[in-house]
Structure formats: C-alpha cells, structure tokens
C-alpha cells in the first residue's frame, strides 16, 4: 500500500470510530445492546435475540442524523411532502439500512469475528407487509428516494397489527394465515403516545353561531377514537437525510372509556376499547369486492385525519398561523384511498381553525395531488351515500357542497350539458347513489397523474376524459420507478460488486444513469463471462431454497422463466400455464428435436375471496405436479409456485431470473414496477405493450425486448367489433388441445369439472383476451427458446437491460414529482 493511500485509510478508520462506524464501534454496541436491550449474552442468545441486537445497533446509527434533520427542517420551515397511502409494503429494513448507512461489509465483517451466522440474523427479520402489491411497494420505494433525493417527507400510513397474510400451499391451493408481524417486537418504530389525536365518527352536525355571532357548523360525533404515533426512521442512501415513516395506530379514546367506567359500565367500556382498537387491525386484500366495506371506509378516515391533524400541529409549532399551510406541505394522495382528505381538511380548516369556505377551498385545492394506479372500473372506489350519511355526515355535507359549486362551474362551461353533468358529478346517481372518490380526487387535487406514459394517455382519453377537457393542464405523467438499492444492492450483492468493479465506482448507486457504462464492456468477453457466472450463482441460491421450501428440485442451468406479482386475471398467468401445456404437450409427442430447457417459478398471492385467481394458483400447481413426476418430459421443464411472494421472497426471485414475464392484456396494467425489478437484475422481459413495458422496451432497445400481443388500441377495437373467444377455441387447434387438456382431467386426477370455471370463462368470456394473444404468445417463447440457445448474445443482451435502466430508478421519478408537481427542493443534511 502506497504511504498517501495508508493514511487515507487510517484516516477514514479515524472517521469511523468517531462516527461509531468502525468495525470495533459495531461490536461493542452489539454486544452491549444483546445484553442490555435483550438481556442476553453470547452464548445463549436466540437467533432472534441477536437479530434484534443488530437491529438496535443499526437505529443507534440512525437516530443521530434522524435528530438533526429533524431538527434542520424545523428552523428552515423547509417545505415538506406529506405522502398519503393505505399501504407501504416495506420489506425488511436491517439489510437495507446498513446499505444506506454504508456499512454492510464492515457489519459482515465485524459478524465474522463474533462468529455470526450474518445471513442467518438477516432471515430472522418478518418484513412489515403492510401493502397488496406495486401501489404500496411503490410507496416504500418513494420514501427510500425522498431520503436519498434529500426531499423533507412524512410517510403517514395505517400501523395494521395484521399485513397481507402469509400465503402456503396446501394440496396445490392457496391457503391463508394471518400474519403475525410484531408478534416478536418491531425494533424499528418508536411509539410516540403523546402524539395522539381524536378521530370523530357517526353522530350529527348542527349549526351555531360563534363568539362573532358568525354561524356555524359542528359535528357532534357519536363515538370517538384516538390515533397514536408510531414513527419509523427511513434514512437515505449515501445521505444524511432521515425522513419519517409516521403510522397510526387506533386506540379507545380515554375520555370516552371514563364515560362509560362512570356510569358503572365496566364492561361498556372494554368493549369501545376493542371496537376502537379494529380499526387499525388489519389490512384489507385488493380485488375483493367493495361491499359491506364498512371498516375499510373507517380506515381511510382514520388516518387521513390523524395525518391531517398532524401536519396542522406541526404548521402551528413551526410556522405559524394556517394561511400559508399550503405553502409549507404538498401531499400526494396515492390513489383513492386517502382521497376522503379533500372533505377532511376543509373540515378542519373551517369548523376547528374558523376559515372561510372560499379560504379554505383554495388552501384544500393547492395542497393536495393525486396519483391515479388503476383504470379497472371494479378497482375504482366509490362509497354509498348512506353509509358516509351514518359514518361521516359532516364529510357529506361538505362533499355536497363542493359538488354543489363544481356542478355549477360546469354547467356555466357547457351550457344545456346535462349528460356531462351527470358523468362528472362527485354523486353517482344510476341506481344506489354513491361518491365517486376519484372524481373527489380530481377536484380537489391541484395536480393529477397517471404512473406511466400509455396510463397517463389512458387516464385522460377515457377514465378522466371530461376532466381533462376542463382542466387539461391538471394532468401530468410520472412513470414509476424502483430504487436500486433493495432491488439491487441488497437483493443481488454479486452483481452490485460486478457493476461496480467494471464501472469503476459505485455511483450508480445513488445515480442510476451511470451504469450506462456498462454499455460500452457489453462486447467483452471477459465481463460476459463475469455476467453469466453471477447470474448462476443466483440460480443456484434460489434451486437450493426453492428445494427447501417446495421439494422441487430445479436445474439452474435451465433457463428461468419467472412470474412473480399479484395473481389476476388481467396479468394473465394463466397464459403462461397454457403456454406451459404446449411445451409439455411438443416433448410429449416428441416433437421438439434439441428443446431449451426451462424452469417455470411463478410467484404470487391472489384475494381470499377471488375464487379464479385461486383455481389459477391450483392450475399451475396441478400441472407441476404432471410435469415435474413425468421422467419423459422432466429432464427439459419443471414447474414451481414459489408460496408467498413478498419483498422478502421476491429478493430471491429477481437475480435469479432470466426471463420475466409481462404479459398483461394491453391498457389493464398500469404501469407495473414488477418488469423494472427483473430487467435491472438482468432478466430479458417477454411482454405485451402495457404499462411501463412501453417504456422498458424503448429504453433498452427493441432488440433487447420481446414483444408480442395486442396493442391497446387493438384491444378496443376488437371489444367494439365483438370479441368472441370461441373461434379462437376453434381456429387454433393447438390452442384447443391445450384446453382439453385441461378439461381431460390429466391435472386433476381425472377430475374433468375441478378446472372448467376457468376454461368455460376463457372459452365463452374470455374478458382478458387471452385466447386472442395465445398464438403470439407462443410464437414469441419460440423466439426466446431460440434466442437462449446463443448464451453468448443474450448475455449480451442482458448486460444491455441493465445499462439502460437508469431512467427506472425511484430516484427519476422522486426528482420529477418534486420538481413538476410539489415544487421543492432538495435540503441537503450534512453528515
Ligand atoms: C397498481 C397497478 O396495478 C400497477 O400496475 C402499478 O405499477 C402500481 C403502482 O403504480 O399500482 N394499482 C393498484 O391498484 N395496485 C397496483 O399495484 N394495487
């Protein structure tokens, strides 16, 4: 070692120790921690006991620079994103937090010489599953991108005591088990009970007159909640940047317990307590259906006016007085969800800080923005009259009124426009009349977008089409994007060192742009070699545990052919099953001469109640079953459903994948975050021109990509003519014996009706168009089996996906929202 390099590191060791970095620093806090914090020492701590005692001593390393941003965007009033959602489907932090702090290597090490099993405590950790699928992982994304994009945020979410539930596999079906996160503790909150507020439901409202002999309106509440703080710290990549993560979680209101105990009703009493404490019980599954959804409307109002609450404290400790709230916080809606907001704040401005209905208005109006995720109708909320009548009668009042006025601004717009009246109302009123949250959203939001380029498009020509003509600068873009940090850094650490050794640096990591570099060492043989070697590691990680998990024994020299995301029609899996038949149906019949063995992995949770998603999860698991015990055909495929997929679980998936699926029915998908994953691990996406695909297969090149199917505007047009499925059924013969196939019963021991929901729907509905895209569907896996052949050229291939994935990064799409939509800069907090 040179002498100027030995002092330089003597010199980052001095850092280190001061900073409590160093390898020495990490140790003793572990052990103090195993000891004082879990009242354990070395040699009879539990598993468990020494995950927590790395999880404290990794928030030790947090709190500093948690204190002193906080500390920063109070004295510079920085202006603050507040974002709202249901859901933030986390992962596990401990990995990730040491790769933001920038010790991962030195805990490795300092692991090593306590004799610690690193990956075994890593394991240790349940993730926070508090969301469905993309919206809330997109979320989780978000909040690791304003951290390292330096922008002041608040997280404000639900603390659900149950997250998504945990999915097994019993018998080929999907069976559920509640989830038990913080059955062992959660050593990344601090519960803040003094930060609480009271959340009013039911009752009436009346008017009064105030002390100005002003009139009025109070809500006097029938029941009341309170709401308590639970913040967890989310720090930037690189950065001293700490933002909060703040969750709700609902508790009985004391004053209302004291009632109840005062009228000697003991019992009374611990039952509101129990009823209070449902609230923020448990996550509800998407694609169910809305109906007798009471306590998911509770939910929304819940934390919308705890966060509302909130943010109204913080802008009166810090700033001032309410004129210029509006000034000092944007807040993104993210999707419907939270858009009950829009009445909530205009509540709490007039009715408990005395505003104006016109001051209030257009404070409400330039806080808030929305992001809309779906274009499903069955996905779009709407809430009956009743039953925000019994639950939030101010809120209907209020939603009234600014219906009220919107309606009357139209139709000054539109003269003698009824239908355009009818079809842009807050109300729906064909049949039961309802709240449409959307249009709620549109109205009350100063900026509205979509979360890819073709969605964007969609979202303005048909879901918001009169919206979009009344106010067309409302509506913007912003394609989501992934961070590489869990997807990268802490899911694939072989190729992060890959990618950092043949850049030359590391500042990809913060800066996703510059694996561009990657480009130019695409040709070398050298690093096609490194590539391929990484890539099967991977593949050998994921067969050993899949093994493990499932009993399926994988061959990782087989190409993995992987889909992983929310089981649903829409997203087509069973395509991909069908697809799956054909190949077993070709070995079978002998003819495919040289095949290019694969391994089909499908990953995914489906509804509870969503009874073709599940038969579709038993489809792939009855196949499996054939495939995988037929000895003529198993040496060239296998089949596995790896059981819950989660962030946890997915981290595995990714790396290992050499094919992602992303086969959708064009305009359904919005965008999809799922492909953005994949192809930075160096998967080549098979995928329909949905979503972000579009963008994915611009962005790496036509070449790189293969692409089938329908476009969005085929699939239009064949609605419009009349879509049958059947001749397809019978103009494709190899379609239909794939079908019969099933219908034989050969997956179903002979069982001919077990499958028919699905091939009866697929064949008479087909509401997904599968059998339209079938014949280019397998038409295109042909020319991925081809192109697999020449190892050489697809590596190639892969190495160019990720080059150019740059503009995927969480940190892209962060950088335009601040810049576009919430007008803040950066507040750089120094380390
Ligand atoms: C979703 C979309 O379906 C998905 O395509 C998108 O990537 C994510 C994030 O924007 O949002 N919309 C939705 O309701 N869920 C999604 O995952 N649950």
């Not at 790769?99 to 290597?105: A, M, R, T, Y």
């Not at 913007?476 to 961070?483: I, P, R």
């Not at 052949?789 to 950088?815: K, T």
Request: charged share 25%; glycine share 6%; proline share 4%.
């Amino acid at each position: 070692m040179s002498k100027a390099k030995a002092s330089e590191s003597t010199s980052v060791e001095r850092e280190h120790t001061r900073t409590g970095m160093s390898k020495a620093a990490l140790k003793q806090d572990f052990l103090d921690n195993l000891f004082y914090i879990q009242g354990r020492f070395r040699e009879v701590a539990t598993p468990h006991d020494l995950y927590m005692a790395a999880a404290f001593t990794t928030r030790d390393r947090l709190l500093k620079r948690w204190v002193k941003s906080a500390q920063a965007f109070k004295t510079l009033h920085a202006r603050t994103l507040c974002y709202l959602s249901a859901e933030f489907l986390l992962g596990p932090h401990l990995a990730n937090n040491l790769v933001n702090l920038g010790i991962i290597e030195t805990s490795q090490e300092a692991g090593q010489e306590l004799d610690l099993d690193f990956e075994a405590i890593l394991e240790e950790e349940e993730e926070p599953g508090l969301g469905n699928g993309g919206l809330g992982r997109l979320a989780a994304c978000f909040m690791d991108s304003l951290s390292t994009c330096q922008i002041p945020a608040i997280g404000y979410g639900i603390r659900y005591e149950f997250g998504i539930f945990d999915q097994a596999i019993e018998d080929g079906w999907q069976v559920e088990k509640s989830d038990t996160w913080l059955r062992n503790g959660n050593p990344w909150e601090i519960p803040r009970p003094k930060i609480r507020f009271p959340v009013l439901y039911g009752g009436h409202t009346e008017q009064y007159r105030d002390q100005n002999g002003e009139p009025r309106m109070r809500w006097v509440p029938s029941w009341v909640i309170d709401g308590v703080a639970y913040d967890t710290p989310i720090l930037g990549y690189g950065v001293g940047n700490v933002n909060l993560l703040r969750l709700w979680k609902a508790e009985a209101s004391e004053s209302f317990d004291f009632q109840a105990f005062n009228v000697g009703d003991y019992y009374g009493a611990v039952h509101a307590k129990i009823e209070a404490e449902t609230i923020s019980k448990v996550l509800y599954p998407n694609d169910e259906p809305e109906a007798g959804k009471e306590l998911r409307l509770k939910q929304q109002h819940f934390f919308v006016s705890c966060s509302l609450q909130d943010m109204i404290r913080l802008h009166l400790n810090t700033v001032g007085p309410l004129d210029d709230f509006a000034d000092k916080f944007a807040a993104q809606l993210n999707d419907t969800h939270p858009a009950l907001a829009v009445a909530e704040l205009m509540r709490l401005l007039m009715d408990d800080h005395g505003m104006t209905w016109d001051r209030s208005w257009e404070m409400t109006q330039r806080t808030f923005c929305y992001t809309n995720h779906t274009l499903l109708p069955e996905a779009l909320e709407t809430w009956s009259v009743t039953l925000f009548e019994r639950l939030l009668p101010r809120h209907l009042e209020i939603i009234y009124e600014i219906n009220r006025r919107f309606l009357d601004e139209i139709r000054m717009r539109f003269l003698g426009d009824e239908d355009r009246v009818r079809r842009m109302s807050l109300i729906a009123e064909d049949g039961e009349r309802r709240i449409r949250m959307a249009h709620l959203a549109v109205v009350g939001s100063k900026a509205v977008n979509g979360v890819a380029k073709l969605h964007s498009e969609l979202v303005k020509s048909t879901l918001f089409k009169d919206f979009n003509a009344l106010w067309p600068e409302k509506f913007h873009n912003v394609t989501n994007g992934v961070t590489p940090r869990r997807f990268m850094v802490v899911s694939n650490p072989r190729l992060a060192r890959l990618i950092t050794e043949c850049c030359g640096h590391d500042d990809w990591i913060r800066d996703l742009d510059r694996v561009r570099a990657l480009e130019s060492h695409a040709e070398s043989s050298d690093l096609q070699a490194q590539w391929k070697a990484v890539k099967l590691a991977a593949k050998r990680d994921l067969t050993e545990w899949l093994k493990h998990v499932t009993g399926v024994q994988l061959d990782p020299a087989a190409m993995f052919d992987v889909q992983a995301k929310r089981i649903h029609e829409y997203k087509r899996q069973h395509l991909n099953a069908l697809h799956i038949i054909r190949c077993y149906q070709e070995l079978k019949q002998g003819l495919l001469k040289d095949p290019v063995p694969r391994a089909f992995i499908f990953g995914g949770k489906a509804a509870p109640a969503y009874f073709l998603a599940k038969l579709i999860i038993k489809l792939i698991n009855a196949i499996a079953e054939v495939v995988n015990n037929d000895p003529e055909v198993n040496g060239f495929m296998r089949v596995v459903f790896m059981p819950d997929f989660n962030v946890k679980t997915g981290q595995r998936l990714y790396p290992a994948a050499d094919l992602s699926e992303q086969i959708s029915l064009a305009g359904k998908e919005a965008s999809g975050t799922g492909n953005m994953k994949f192809s930075m691990n160096g998967a080549l996406t098979i995928g329909t021109l949905d979503g972000a695909n579009l963008e994915i297969r611009e962005a790496v090149g036509k070449e790189n990509f293969f692409l089938f199917g329908m476009t969005a505007e085929d699939v239009l047009e064949k609605q419009i003519e009349g879509y049958r499925p059947w001749d397809y059924y019978h103009g494709d013969h190899e379609l239909k014996a794939d079908i019969d196939l099933i219908n034989s019963g050969l997956f179903s021991h002979g069982d001919t009706k077990l499958f028919r929901p699905l091939t009866d729907d697929l064949i008479n509905h087909d509401p997904f168009m599968v059998l339209a895209d079938y014949r280019a569907y397998i038409e295109c896996q042909q020319r991925v089996s081809e192109a697999y052949r020449d190892q050489q050229h697809w590596v190639r291939m892969s190495i160019l996906n990720v080059a150019r994935m740059g503009y995927f990064s969480s940190d892209r799409a962060i950088r335009e929202y601040a810049k576009n939509i919430w007008g803040i800069a950066p507040t750089p907090i120094d380390l």
